[in-house]
């Protein structure tokens, strides 16, 4: 665990993350789109935690923003 009352799921093959689980909010999973067969699909529709954003990522003024967790 990397996180307290936090589960991260991870492919068995590659490694990449594939979902994010929070204690704070049982009823939500987070999947991680690009782990998707066809992400494009599901394009975002809002930016979250952009307070930790690296400094050279523009946030894109066509979503919804949020500095921290939507929840």
Request: one cysteine or more; glycine letters at 4%.
């Amino acid at each position: 665990r990397s996180s307290q009352g936090v589960v991260r799921q991870f492919c068995g093959t590659c490694g990449s993350q594939i979902s994010y689980e929070c204690a704070v909010s049982p009823a939500t999973i987070d999947i991680t789109t690009a782990s998707l067969d066809n992400p494009n699909l599901f394009p975002p529709t809002l930016e979250v935690w952009l307070e930790h954003r690296v400094s050279w990522e523009s946030p894109d003024q066509n979503r919804t923003h949020y500095p921290r967790s939507t929840r």
